[in-house]
Structure formats: C-alpha cells, structure tokens
C-alpha cells in the first residue's frame, strides 16, 4: 500500500509541473498574495515534494544492481516531455479544461509507469539511467551522484525499489 501511495506521489509530483506552468500564465492570485507570490509557491511546491520523496524513499526494499551490460544517461531524454506539458498548459483557456488534461496525463503517466522522471531531482543530484543488467533486464534506475561514463565498473548499491522496472538511490 506504501508503494503505491509513493508511485501516486510521484506520478502527481512529475505532472504538476503542467499546472505550475497554467497558474503562472493565469496569473492567479489569492487575497494579499500577488501572483509573483503564487507563482514561487507553484514552483516550490514541486520541489519541496520531491525532497520529501526522495527521503521517503529509503522505506522501500533494497537490492542492487552488479555488473550492468549497458548503462545509458537519460538526464536530457524527457526534456521534449516536459516541453510538452508546458505548452499544453500554455494553451489550456480555463481551469475545468486544466482538470481534465491534467487528469488525463496523470493516469496514463500513472498506468504506463514512466518511470517518474522529475526535473527537480536533477537540483539534488540525481541522474537518470537506462540500465540493461548482465540477464538483459532493462531498469531505469535514478541515481544521485556524478554522471556514470564508464559502464564496464557500474554498480549500483543500495537501490531501493519503486517498481518492477524503476529503482532509486542515493548517498546514504
């Protein structure tokens, strides 16, 4: 049950960035708040979140991954998503219509398991990895620390897992 309450923050952390970006274009303001306030608030939000599921994470089963076939960098390989989610915010006229895109891209974001990638991982550290092991299993693992060049030496230790497929880790 944890696990799924983590993928369902993760999932609503990595699309949030979509309503970020309509509260921005709206301006939306509320009572004293100016819409410069709100707008650093939306932005925060994100990232506070992410801080809190990152430390969350060390609650999940560990394992490890040894000798991987292949190890590929996937830090760049979202940003056309993301660019994505911001131009649909950027033409979406009215909340309810927020709502339901919104809703739409977070179910499919949810079921298809995408692996939860979220730019504001990259402000702490973390990096993204296509990993194939050594019995040609793919993972993607999110991973905090200097970029992996070299994948004959690639290890990872300490992974905790989110799903079958996506795994997570950090300097403990």
Known sequence: ??????????TANATFWMVVVYGIKEQWSYRIFSPGIISA??????????????????????DSIQNCKECVLADNEFLPV???YFFVALSINNLTTL????????????????QYFNPAFLLFGYH???????????????AKGTVIRNEQYVGFDKLRRINNTTYISGKD
């Open 128 to 142: 993204f990895y296509h990993v194939t092991t050594m019995r040609s299993t793919k993972v993607f693992v999110i």
């Open 82 to 84: 993301y660019l994505g």
């Open 1 to 10: 049950m944890l696990n799924l309450f983590f993928r369902l923050l993760l």
């Open 41 to 62: 608030i939306l932005i925060l939000i994100p990232v506070i979140l992410s801080l809190v599921l990152l430390l969350c994470s060390k609650a999940f089963d560990q």
């Open 99 to 114: 709502c339901y895109i919104y809703a739409i891209v977070f179910v499919f974001t949810f079921v298809t398991q995408a």
